[in-house]
């Protein structure tokens, strides 16, 4: 289990390589439920050229993080619960990201996006998103027809529980945290 204050790397595997990498800071790392923040500014290895897919370029570069959130994971969970939050810190929405359950690394924790997501605004109005990425993913055999139904379905069971607001509305990040830089070794998978 990691500390309140570690940094780890959050990184999305595909085909057993990493695809994109972001520094996190934990805030909450038990046995029911990981909380991670990640701050404007944070590190991020994205693919060059900014591709929409995984290809067999695996080329990756800096970037940061444009937003600040915190997310929400139950271990087993298809999917995560993100709260984005504005430059002043007020909370702005949820994001649903649809993705395989979490898995423990020795710098972090690895899933696989499944494209599709859903936004969820506090008037309680929410809608799909990245339709036409998940689409893309299928065609491409990034994902196969059965992948992308399941994201639908799990999408569909977390609008059947509604777990909006989820608590964690309120959140605030302790002000001595750097902006946090992907710990040693981020860059290898084991």
Known sequence: MWSRGDVVALRELSKGRIWKARAWIVIE????????????????????GGAVLPSDDRRLVEGSFGLSALRVTRPGDAHSLLHFFAADGAFERWYVNLETPLTRSTVGFDFTDLFLDMSVAPDR???WLDEDELEQAVTAG???AAEAAGARA?????????PFPSGWEDFRPDPAWPVPRLP???DRVS
């Open 29 to 48: 790392d038990r046995p029911a439920s990981l909380v991670l923040w990640i701050p404007r500014g944070a590190q991020t290895m994205i693919p060059a």
């Open 125 to 127: 109005r929410w809608r």
């Open 142 to 144: 990034v994902l196969s």
């Open 154 to 162: 799990e999408g569909e069971r977390v609008l059947e529980q509604w």
């Open 184 to 186: 040693s070794g981020w």
